[in-house]
């Protein structure tokens, strides 16, 4: 018997074992991860222009692997067996939704394609110390992206030259024209939503206004899903944040938090900056100052500021439901 050679095998043996280790377990998970079908994706099918929620809807799957199958009663779907990869999910007349899968399970939402154009007029009003500009529409014939009849006040209004936003809790804008003065409303203003639908906003000096609007999309705001409140979406969030400390920017981080069926922007609101603070109390810091702004009733902007022992703290964040 070659004892060298032996003692050569044994030894080549004990080395790629020692490499394992050193690579440690969570590499070997990833390898298994990447390479076994064990992830799903999953949601649900909703026709927001009628605010419900759609069954026996055929929902295709196609990229890494190609798949067919049906919505339930509640409008949901899911496909599952999955490896690592980019997939594509579609359904006749609905707007498909490209995904990739990395080593997690992922959600997406189809919502019905639209096609539609609307109008809606009324008056306005202005009141440049609070920042508030006040509509009274009328006339609203726009498909579920537009006003409602009744008053709509929007708070944090800026007016510049050009450009004009708003920030509230139900909705974030920006409009722009060609020329104006600063505060002074009054002028053709043109604005795309996050869902690419357009408007065009007259107002004149007079205490009139009228929108026209081209509607594609409704988005899942629209849908049944959403708070019967007005409120954010049911569901789980993800907030996804870069801290400040002392001037020095941190390592992004991010947490995860579930919205109830039933709340309102003002309860979820509270319960996002609750979180916040009762880490920051547990740390020995100060009770920070929130401020969330909805951009939609599924995502929106997240901000605060504090101290930790007389050290100035800050944060940003983007709140996006899964």
């Known amino acids: 018997m070659n004892r060298r050679k032996v003692s050569t095998q044994v030894l080549l043996s004990f080395f790629i074992m020692m490499l394992l280790m050193v690579i440690g377990c969570s590499s070997a998970e990833d390898a298994i991860k ?65 995904v990739t899968i990395s080593n997690e399970d992922v959600t997406a939402n189809l919502t019905q394609t639209v096609s539609s154009d609307g109008t809606a007029s009324g008056t306005w009003s202005w009141n440049s110390t609070t920042s508030t500009l006040t509509f009274d529409w009328t006339n609203v014939s726009i498909l579920c992206s537009g006003p409602s009849s009744g008053i709509d006040t929007q708070t944090g209004v800026t007016i510049g030259t050009t450009k004009m936003t708003w920030v509230n809790t139900n909705n974030n804008m920006t409009w722009n024209r060609s020329s104006g003065t600063k505060n002074d409303p009054t002028g053709t203003w043109t604005s795309t939503d996050s869902d690419g639908n357009t408007y065009k906003l007259e107002i004149d000096a007079n205490g009139n206004l009228s929108v026209s609007a081209h509607i594609i999309s409704c988005g899942s705001s629209s849908s049944s899903s959403s708070s019967s409140s007005g409120g954010p979406t049911a569901g789980n969030y993800t907030m996804s944040c870069t801290m400040t400390v002392a001037d020095v920017q941190q390592q992004p981080y991010s947490s995860s938090y579930t919205v109830n069926s039933g709340d309102s922007y003002t309860t979820a609101n509270t319960d996002f900056c609750s979180n916040v603070t009762s880490s920051l109390t547990q740390a020995g810091c100060s009770s920070p100052s929130c401020n969330i702004s909805w951009s939609s009733s599924t995502s929106a902007g997240f901000s605060f500021s504090g101290t930790c022992n007389s050290i100035p703290i800050s944060d940003t964040c983007t709140i996006s439901h899964q």
């Open 34 to 98: 990447d390479a076994l079908p064990i992830h799903k994706i999953s949601g649900t099918v909703y026709d927001s222009s009628k605010n419900v929620v759609t069954t026996s809807v055929t929902v295709n799957l196609t990229g890494e692997s190609s798949s067919s199958t049906s919505t339930d009663n509640n409008g949901k779907y899911e496909f599952d067996n999955l490896k690592n990869g980019t997939y594509t999910v579609s359904a006749e007349g609905y707007n498909s939704k490209t």
